[in-house]
């Protein structure tokens, strides 16, 4: 059963990877957007129930198959520059505790 804990359990995992992908995008789009999503999104396949993606469209958390956002990045401005790895790193735990929080409370 897919539950919001499986999906926090499963971001953690991929914690690396999501990381890294987030780091790419704003480095390769900072210019032009200050703001990225991290998306679960929610696959109808036998292999495997959710996928995580990097987006900085508003548009893309929105189409094709249903989709979670777990957080969104804001830079502050254009062209502001961008954040180190480890600064992506501290916002992708603080931004799941948060989120975990939120859907564990009684």
Do not use: W
């Amino acid at each position: 059963m897919l539950t919001f804990q499986s999906v926090i359990d499963k971001a953690r995992k991929q914690k690396e990877v999501i990381v890294h992908s987030l780091y790419e995008c704003i480095k390769d789009n900072y210019k032009d957007s200050h703001y990225y999503n991290v998306i679960a999104g929610l696959s109808s396949g036998d292999f495997q129930s959710f996928y995580f993606y990097v987006s900085n469209k508003v548009e893309n958390v929105y189409y094709a198959e249903p989709s979670i956002k777990l957080f969104t990045v804001c830079l502050g401005g254009f062209g502001d520059g961008y954040l180190s790895k480890e600064q992506l790193s501290v916002i992708f735990d603080e931004e799941l505790a948060q989120l975990e929080k939120l859907v564990n409370k009684e």
